[in-house]
């Protein structure tokens, strides 16, 4: 088999400074997002224990996070027009903000639950302009920024793996930890509202660029302060849109069997706070394969890369339950597949629909994350942690498809 080709696109002037603080500053989000997306997996034993609850009703605290981010999907690009981007981002992390407040306080369960829904609402609009941030930078600096963005967020949840075990470790209080969530929420809101301050005037027309991979009957006008209902109509039920969401609900099952459903049960069969290093590893070469394939994917191309990883990582991904060693080299292998993902996303949809369809995206992929979490675990109650081997290669299998059902594959 012959291998393609292709033409250097022309050389394109680095990003400029403000831009560079502005992607920090998403890479600083980027790292609270994980941070806050790994803590309720690590911690999840030690809330049922506290409040003396089954595994089923602690669960619910992963259901509610997930219907903040399908809550958030349809209103976000809204709330960006209406406030603008950086006091989208503040609202983000103020609503974050009450949410910890109410669990760091050791509310009653019921009360916990609904702060859990407030936090997934701010994650969902923080994590979707993050994306679209960077998917809005120059065609050379695409992949790149988004490998950076998504392996600070791979460095994010190592980071709240460790932090997290440690503080068990030395018998703190599971709510308390949640105080560092909201010392992060403050920095963050400081610096992304600083940094994206003034943005919509110096890109005004910039959400009205149109895709030629996108649908040819989708008509924009400029200057439209708010998306219209037919608009929002054609991005959700577009080809790309159903295609998207089914590829990132199965790259988010996939992950989340692979790391947290292992840590999870590892945890119910030894509650030693250490455990949770055992899957460690996999978030470690997630982080690695994320800045690495970043520098190299723009030379070989999104698709040929994403491909390339989705058959190596369903070839080996059946080791990962009796081998530990293999954990970072199918984290290493797994992790890019994300953001060569989503930039291939950014330039299915116009500019103009963006955000919605990235809500909607990245809505569903949580949605397929918490799925797999919750049934992993009916699923090793009957069959035995090895049967997670089953639910990977399924994922990988849906996820190879969807992307040759792509426009552009």
Not at 47 to 56: P, V
Not at 78 to 89: I, K, Q, T
Not at 98 to 113: E, M
Request: hydrophobic content about 45%; aromatic content about 12%; charged content about 10%.
């Amino acid at each position: 088999m012959g291998i393609q080709v292709r033409d250097f696109a022309p050389i394109q002037p680095p990003i400029s400074w403000t831009d560079s603080l502005r992607l920090l500053a998403t890479c600083l989000l980027a790292f609270t997002n994980s941070f806050i997306d790994i803590t309720p997996i690590v911690l999840l034993p030690y809330i049922q224990k506290d409040y003396r609850i089954s595994h089923a009703i602690t669960s619910l605290i992963l259901v509610s996070n997930t219907l903040g981010y399908l809550v958030a999907a349809p209103f976000t690009r809204l709330l960006d027009r209406a406030v603008g981007r950086s006091n989208a981002f503040g609202i983000s992390q103020g609503v974050m903000g009450i949410g910890f407040l109410l669990i760091a306080g050791h509310s009653p369960f019921p009360i916990t639950v609904v702060a859990y829904f407030l936090v997934g609402l701010g994650l969902a609009i923080s994590w979707t302009l993050s994306n679209v941030y960077c998917t809005s930078l120059g065609e050379g600096e695409t992949t790149p920024a988004l490998g950076l963005l998504h392996g600070c967020y791979g460095v994010g949840a190592v980071g709240g793996y460790s932090l997290a075990t440690s503080l068990m470790v030395r018998g703190i209080t599971w709510c308390h930890f949640y105080l560092v969530l909201l010392l992060l929420t403050i920095l963050n809101t400081v610096v992304s509202s600083r940094v994206f301050r003034s943005y919509e005037n110096e890109f005004p027309d910039q959400c009205f660029v149109q895709s030629p991979h996108y649908a040819k009957s989708t008509d924009y006008s400029r200057g439209t302060p708010w998306p219209s209902s037919s608009s929002i109509q054609n991005t959700i039920f577009n080809r790309s849109m159903f295609v998207g969401t089914l590829f990132i609900f199965a790259y988010a099952g996939a992950e989340i069997s692979m790391s947290g459903s292992i840590l999870e049960n590892r945890s119910r069969e030894n509650p030693h706070p250490s455990v949770s290093f055992t899957a460690l590893g996999f978030w470690v070469g997630m982080s690695f394969g994320r800045f690495f394939f970043a520098l190299i994917s723009p030379e070989m191309g999104d698709e040929y890369a994403l491909c390339i990883l989705l058959q190596v990582i369903v070839w080996y991904v059946h080791g990962f339950a009796g081998d530990g060693v293999l954990l970072p080299l199918i984290g290493f292998l797994f992790g890019p597949i994300l953001p060569n993902a989503i930039a291939v996303y950014g330039r299915l949809f116009p500019g103009s629909t963006r955000i919605t369809g990235f809500s909607f995206i990245l809505a569903i992929g949580r949605l397929g994350g918490t799925l797999s979490f919750i049934l992993g675990q009916r699923v090793v109650e009957t069959l035995g942690t090895g049967a997670l081997h089953s639910i990977c290669v399924m994922m990988g299998t849906v996820m190879l498809f969807c992307w040759l059902a792509l426009p552009c594959s």
